[in-house]
């Protein structure tokens, strides 16, 4: 074979190591993608779950708030029993 033969299969034995290399890398990024889609998935979905969750506990703290200013009396406006500072003795 002449020089430029064997420079010529160099160089495309060269290209083709390349190209399989960037098929190798594309393969490896298209499933790191679809992992981390997936992942995104279920963190949307925990996500969702949270806001639902919330959501309740906020429509039962505005039911509970309600229920606190339409009762019909005031906690503070119960009368105390007013209790002497004297000590009483406790008989034996």
């Not at 981390?36 to 996500?47: N, P, T």
């Not at 906020?58 to 105390?80: C, H, P, W």
Request: charged share 40%; aromatic share 4%; net charge positive.
């Amino acid at each position: 074979m002449s020089k430029r033969m064997k420079a010529a299969d160099s160089a495309a034995a060269e290209l083709q190591r390349r190209a399989d290399d960037a098929v190798h890398e594309l393969q490896t990024t298209r499933t790191e993608i679809q992992r981390l889609s997936a992942e995104l998935g279920r963190a949307r979905a925990a996500c969702d779950e949270m806001n639902a969750k919330q959501d309740a506990v906020n429509r039962e703290n505005k039911q509970l708030t309600g229920y606190n200013r339409n009762r019909s009396f005031d906690v503070a406006k119960i009368k105390r029993p007013k209790y002497s500072n004297k000590i009483r003795k406790v008989k034996k």
